[in-house]
């Protein structure tokens, strides 16, 4: 192919005729990856000190040369510096500071809270506005789609945030940082496979890197710190070392959670949202909820400090799949290897979980319960059981009538002309090209169920389909419900956000929730 297109071009044209040269090529313009060998078991990288070994040296496992479990880094570093390099965008490397207008409306990371307590406390690196300051996103996925379920991949990127809004989240300006392989996700391994990538951080905020400057014409010192990350709710617990498994999954309350086993469900349930409610509210003396009145206060939260103290004594354990986890009271199931970052214990924000994650949960469970789709709804058999065993809402509990089990109607129940009006809306709507999917291709009217949903398809839906697809049909109380927590993602996702708007849904997604 590349033959081909060399034999097109003009005979002077710089074009590579091989597969070689191309490569070659590449490599120069700093695009190529490093190798780097893995344990079978996630213990340890075969590299540094550990290049050589033939062997593991935690589980003893032998280094296997045929199929060996290969890391692919790619060079942070360099990938920066050609965004200084390029005359296109140089310039746009400084709008964080430069630029952008500082009038208390969230338009940009640099707006928010978390980066300017960062600029008050590393003062010496937020007053060059050519210091770099980056986010962190990883996610696992299946390469082989359907075709293989017995292999994963999980990419670590890297985002830009000096650059406007309007660019820093495009697809150029995310740089693929790591590829980690594997039949199954690393879990807590994680660590082991962030080492090059943490390293390379540490060297770029203590040391920098010599850099050319397009539009100033001039070359600088280049520093660059790591911000936050941004996960699902599994990966949170992988990158921050707290398990969001169990009886102290949150990871906003941590050892203050407050949770129940549900026997029935098998699950643990978290359900006391009173405590972030005002401290004169009404509900907090109303015993309907959990049979208890309720005077606490928000948990507190801890800071970056206070975690290291808390983790202290998990630094230096040993990882792989060989090695068990250390027996403790609490959650933490690691010292992150992101501590060791000078500055990564007193930033505000450290952790951030990926809104649109949340909002897929949350649409899917909102329409199996309102639809009552098999396999999708939350109110079953089984919960109504366990309503009866946290005694609670004593007249939703299941009555047996003729040796079957029967559920009594709640306010959210709909009838089966109300679904199939339901489901008409949605399956009729019709939208702009590339806004959603053909939501009529998603609907079967027969069968009365909903599939193949994608995640922004469910953004879509949360935030302004359902409230007008169950507009008449639910009752007003489940409609007014349903509505707020709509506008509640609906706020949080817009382009702009006043910090008043901020404080004001914080307090209104409280009431929400109860």
């Not at 071009?9 to 060998?37: C, H, Q, W």
């Not at 600088?220 to 992988?238: E, R, S, V």
């Not at 208890?292 to 928000?298: F, I, Q, S």
């Not at 897929?360 to 059981?385: Q, W, Y």
Request: proline content about 5%; glycine content about 4%; charged content about 25%.
């Amino acid at each position: 192919m590349l033959k081909m297109f060399k034999s097109v071009l003009p005979s002077d044209s710089n074009v590579p005729s091989t597969y070689y040269e191309a490569r070659k090529m590449i490599t120069d313009f700093g695009f190529d990856y490093e190798k780097i060998e893995a344990c079978e078991n996630d213990c340890i990288l075969f590299w540094k000190e550990n290049a050589n070994l033939k062997k593991c040296i935690v589980c003893d496992t032998k280094r296997d040369a045929t199929s060996p479990k290969v890391l692919r880094y790619f060079p942070l570093t360099l990938r920066i510096q050609r965004l200084f390099m390029s005359s296109k965008t140089a310039n746009e490397m400084r709008w964080h500071k430069d630029k952008r207008e500082d009038d208390g409306v969230l338009r940009h990371s640099a707006d928010s809270k978390a980066w300017k307590h960062f600029d008050v406390t590393y003062k010496s690196f937020s007053a060059d506005s050519q210091n770099v300051s980056l986010g962190l996103a990883s996610d696992g996925f299946n390469p082989f789609g359907g075709l293989r379920s017995d292999y994963s991949i999980r990419p670590v990127v890297i985002v830009v945030y000096n650059l406007p809004p309007w660019m820093c989240m495009k697809q150029p300006y995310t740089m693929l940082s790591l590829l980690i392989p594997g039949k199954s996700a690393p879990g807590n391994n994680i660590d082991v496979y962030l080492q090059p990538l943490v390293e390379e951080l540490k060297q770029l905020w203590e040391f920098g890197a010599k850099t050319y400057d397009a539009s100033k014409n001039e070359y600088f010192p280049m520093h660059a710190a790591l911000l936050w990350t941004i996960n699902d709710f599994p990966a949170y617990a992988k990158l921050s070392g707290w398990s969001t498994k169990g009886y102290k999954a949150c990871p906003r309350c941590l050892n203050e959670t407050s949770s129940t086993r549900l026997p029935n469900c098998g699950k643990c349930c978290y359900m006391d949202h009173r405590c972030f409610l005002p401290a004169d509210h009404k509900w907090r003396h109303n015993k309907s909820f959990n049979g208890k009145v309720e005077t606490r206060g928000p948990p507190k939260k801890l800071s970056g400090s206070e975690i290291l103290e808390q983790v202290k004594d998990l630094e230096g354990m040993k990882f792989g799949k060989t090695s068990k986890l250390p027996k403790r009271n609490d959650n933490w199931k690691k010292q992150s290897i992101f501590f060791k970052l000078p500055y990564w214990n007193n930033l505000l924000l450290r952790h951030n979980l990926d809104v649109m994650h949340i909002e897929k949960n949350v649409c899917d469970n909102i329409l199996g319960t309102l639809l009552d789709i098999e396999g999708k709804s939350k109110d079953n058999i089984k919960a109504r059981h366990d309503l009866k065993h946290v005694k609670i809402m004593k007249h939703l509990a299941p009555k047996l009538i003729d040796g079957k089990w029967h559920m009594p109607p709640v306010p959210y129940t709909l009838s089966k002309a109300q679904k199939l009006t339901v489901y008409k809306f949605l399956e009729d709507i019709k939208v702009p090209d590339g806004y959603s999917s053909n939501f009529s291709k998603c609907i079967n009217l027969e069968m009365r169920k909903i599939w193949g949903l994608k995640t922004h398809d469910c953004h879509v839906l949360l935030e302004e389909l359902l409230p007008l697809a169950i507009r008449g049909v639910s009752s007003s109380k489940v409609y007014e419900v349903i509505t707020k927590l709509s506008a509640f993602f609906k706020n949080l996702c817009s382009k702009t956000l006043k910090l008043e708007d901020l404080n004001d849904l914080e307090d209104h997604i409280a009431i929400t929730l109860c």
